[in-house]
């Protein structure tokens, strides 16, 4: 799983640039309806767009074109948790990597969430973008000749939580600070009220 990183940081400033491509129109938008905002609040969303671009690259299209749509074979675990029984072929130090690495693929998805997201601030809102976006990866990796497996759907929503949590202690340690209102989206038009008024933890 190591080797799917060291190919994507290759892609990294390709991958980033068309986000801001593809973000350019929604920004334009939100600035004819809500006001001019911040570059921070503008950042924050596009580092989310990237977040879930690299998620669906790391897991889905990294295969392409070696993509089956109609696999001879699917591949599916619903036991949670049997790597804790049972190593998987590849040895337990191949397997602690990728259980690690699920985790954190997940982080900084569940901590932009509720950053660039005002609607997703609560826990049970981000919880469930989070879950849905692995089970959506999950079920997708199913059809295409890939394996399913509820241990990756786990580890991706433990990964989530882990953020949401960063986000909350970032939140309490940077709720004063001007530019974090900025970033949220908290100063300017419509946004009279401070953080906390918006953020239910």
Request: with cysteine; hydrophobic share 50%.
């Amino acid at each position: 799983m190591l080797s799917y990183y060291f190919t994507y940081s290759s892609l990294l400033p390709a991958l980033t640039a068309a986000c801001i491509l593809a973000y350019v129109p929604y920004g334009v938008y939100v600035t004819r309806v809500n006001g001019p905002r911040s570059g921070l609040y503008h950042l924050a969303k596009c580092l989310l767009g990237l977040c879930a671009a690299s998620l669906l690259y790391l897991t889905i299209f990294f295969f392409y074109p070696n993509i089956t749509f109609h696999p001879a074979e699917h591949h599916l675990n619903l036991r949670p948790f049997i790597w804790v029984t049972e190593c998987y072929t590849a040895g337990p130090r191949v397997m602690a990597a990728q259980l690690l690495l699920n985790i954190a693929m997940f982080l900084p998805y569940g901590l932009l969430l509720p950053v660039a997201a005002h609607k997703l601030r609560s826990l049970p809102a981000t919880a469930a973008v989070v879950l849905l976006t692995t089970v959506g990866i999950e079920t997708v990796q199913y059809f295409i000749g890939r394996s399913a497996d509820v241990d990756d759907v786990i580890m991706n929503f433990l990964g989530g939580l882990l953020g949401y949590g960063c986000f909350c202690l970032l939140n309490r340690s940077l709720a004063d600070r001007l530019w974090w209102q900025k970033t949220l989206g908290l100063q300017g038009a419509g946004h009279p009220l401070g953080v906390q008024a918006w953020i239910t933890v």
